[in-house]
């Protein structure tokens, strides 16, 4: 498709389809994931400024800690002989906890003992799964009558009840500390979290958001922002276990980066040196994206590039999945071939060749966030780990991001001090 094709007609001609989304509007309220039409756009601009590298940039600090507290539970699990562990299991709770400090600047240690919040929000990812299998119960009043309706709602009610709190403690805060002068203090210290950002947000009309859409959107960053970047990592955790090469090559890249320097934790500016790791991850990007679908409602006719037309009323399911793997763009769409995005080698392909974050005026808004997590955390595992497939190959499994039936298993290997 052209990139002046589907993509970027206008996304109130053709806004998601909710057929799907809705189950998670009781969780996710009109968070930007949810939201259509004119509350979407506005919101859209009001949110733009938290995903700016300068608010980014700090977050590279707690990316480097959490991966470093997993590692340390790797290390000891290492020391008892488990070392056949579901990536999964491990990167979904890391990645919650760096994101539950971007978003709201709390620390549940939540890697090192139960959270109830994160327990939560674990919990409704999983259920959202069940319900959407189960298509008889699509209507909310039979779901609620079920065991797994009462726990839907219990746990969502858990999830507002901390969002709303930390929203009313910071409202609180902003009073007694003299309103922006709190903020722009801690804007000055570049210690903004996502809550802060939303809180300074303003329209053209000096118009702020409400309570109720600082939650949604705070409640959709913690899903949208965790699962997927738990995919994509696991993912290329995998492939790089399946080509030692490309795994040493990328180990050699990060042990060059940080020779000498101690400690060894990746800054913003190191994200621009780790061109082979950045190929690797997204030719895993390419071969298992964390979003494997995306639905369209087309709300008029629409025309494609080569003059087809799809008709008003259509609902398009675009395969993000089936484009990574067209074999006329892609030869040997099976093949994990990092080269495929070598900078250096001028691509003939259409920029919607490759779509892990959709494209067009809906495209993921917080795809910087999750690419550097994804380098700062694949960087640091590779210098302190190396990864080596399982006995068991794994099989694909999309859900709600495309995860491996019964878990990702992979074994990891500490690497001591001299062999790094
Ligand atoms: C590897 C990681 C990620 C992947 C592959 C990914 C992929 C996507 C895709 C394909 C969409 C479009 C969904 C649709 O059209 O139905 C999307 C939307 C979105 N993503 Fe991501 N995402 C990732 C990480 C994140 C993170 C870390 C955040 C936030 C912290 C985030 C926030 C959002 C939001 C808010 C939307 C809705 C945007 C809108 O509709 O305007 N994502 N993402």
């Not at 990139?3 to 968070?31: E, H």
């Not at 629409?302 to 003059?307: A, E, I, N, Y």
């Not at 709600?400 to 990891?412: D, F, P, T």
């Given at each position: 498709?052209?990139?002046?094709?589907?993509?970027?007609?206008?996304?109130?001609?053709?806004?998601?389809?909710?057929?799907?989304?809705?189950?998670?509007?009781?969780?996710?309220?009109?968070?930007?994931?949810l939201s259509a039409g004119d509350k979407w756009s506005h919101h859209c601009c009001l949110l733009t400024p938290a995903f700016h590298f300068e608010i980014l940039k700090p977050y590279v600090k707690i990316f480097n800690k959490s991966a470093g507290i997993m590692h340390?539970?790797?290390?000891?699990?290492?020391?008892?002989?488990?070392?056949?562990?579901?990536?999964?299991?491990?990167?979904?709770?890391?990645?919650l906890d760096s994101l539950q400090k971007c978003v709201f600047s709390f620390d549940s240690n939540c890697q090192e003992s139960p959270s109830e919040y994160i327990a939560a929000i674990l919990e409704l990812s999983a259920l959202v799964v069940k319900w959407q299998e189960q298509i008889f119960l699509h209507m909310d009043f039979?779901?609620?009558?079920?065991?797994?309706?009462?726990?839907?709602?219990?746990?969502?009610?858990?999830?507002?009840?901390?969002?709303?709190?930390?929203?009313?403690?910071?409202?609180?805060?902003?009073?007694?500390?003299?309103?922006?002068d709190f903020l722009k203090a801690k804007a000055k210290a570049k210690t903004l979290d996502f809550i802060d950002v939303l809180l300074l947000a303003k329209d053209e009309d000096g118009k702020q958001l409400s309570d109720e859409n600082i939650r949604a959107e705070a409640d959709t960053f913690m899903f949208e922002g965790h699962d997927t970047t738990a995919s994509g990592l696991s993912w290329v955790l995998y492939n790089l276990a399946k080509h030692?090469?490309?795994?040493?090559?990328?180990?050699?890249e990060v042990q060059e980066l940080l020779r000498d320097r101690e400690p060894q934790e990746i800054e913003w500016d190191d994200l621009a040196q780790l061109p082979f790791l950045t190929m690797c991850i997204k030719e895993s990007l390419r071969l298992h994206p964390s979003v494997t679908v995306i639905a369209r409602r087309c709300t008029q006719d629409?025309?494609?590039?080569?003059?087809r037309v799809i008709p008003k009323g259509s609902i398009c399911v675009i395969s993000i999945f089936g484009i990574h793997h067209n074999p006329s763009i892609w030869p040997d769409p099976e093949v994990y071939n990092p080269f495929?995005?070598?900078p250096e080698i001028p691509?003939?392909?259409?920029?919607?060749?490759?779509?892990?974050?959709?494209?067009?005026?809906?495209n993921c808004i917080g795809q910087t966030f999750a690419m550097t997590e994804m380098k700062v955390v694949l960087a640091l595992t590779l210098l302190r780990f190396r990864v080596l497939p399982d006995e068991e190959e794994p099989r694909r499994k999309p859900e709600?991001?495309?995860?491996?039936?019964?878990?990702?298993?992979?074994?990891?290997e500490p690497l001591s001090a001299g062999s790094r």
């Open positions: 498709m052209a990139p002046d094709g589907l993509s970027l007609v206008s996304a109130t001609i053709i806004p998601k389809d909710m057929f799907f989304y809705n189950l998670l509007k009781p969780w996710l309220g009109d968070g930007l994931l340390a539970k790797w290390q000891c699990l290492a020391l008892e002989g488990s070392t056949h562990l579901d990536m999964f299991e491990h990167i979904s709770l890391m990645t039979l779901y609620n009558l079920t065991p797994n309706g009462w726990r839907f709602h219990r746990a969502c009610n858990l999830v507002h009840n901390f969002t709303d709190a930390v929203i009313q403690e910071r409202r609180r805060a902003l009073i007694s500390g003299g309103s922006h030692p090469e490309y795994q040493e090559r990328c180990r050699q629409v025309r494609l590039p080569d003059g495929r995005f070598d691509q003939k392909r259409s920029p919607l060749a490759f779509i892990p974050f959709s494209a067009g005026p809906r709600l991001i495309l995860r491996a039936e019964g878990g990702l298993r992979l074994r990891v």
